[in-house]
């Protein structure tokens, strides 16, 4: 299982590590950020991927995939809303 969130302010980092610490792979889509904000949202992410373990890898101009250390890699190609990302 793969988890999407789409979050529309900062405060919904809590949601994103919450997901990421069960060990499920968050799917992040900073579309509807600002800049400022976007920007906030990779570094939590980045911290969180230091203090965690795991990878945080780009998609796309503002879609990451974040998959935490304990579950087997997940390649975009296998996304299935993603997979034009990939062409």
């Keep these: 299982?793969?988890?999407t969130l789409r979050p529309k302010d900062y405060n919904e980092a809590l949601h994103i590590?919450?997901?990421?610490r069960k060990d499920v792979p968050v799917l992040?889509?900073?579309t509807q950020l600002t800049d400022e904000a976007a920007?906030?949202?990779v570094d939590f992410c980045a911290g969180l991927i230091c203090g965690r373990g795991g990878d945080m890898e780009r998609l796309d101009r503002?879609?990451?995939?974040l998959q935490p250390p304990a579950t087997p890699r997940i390649a975009p190609a296998?996304?299935?809303d993603l997979a034009?990302?990939?062409d």
């Design 62 to 65: 503002r879609i990451f995939l």
């Design 39 to 41: 920007r906030q949202m």
């Design 78 to 80: 296998h996304i299935p």
């Design 84 to 86: 034009h990302l990939t």
């Design 1 to 3: 299982m793969i988890k």
């Design 28 to 30: 992040m889509d900073l």
């Design 17 to 20: 590590g919450h997901f990421f």
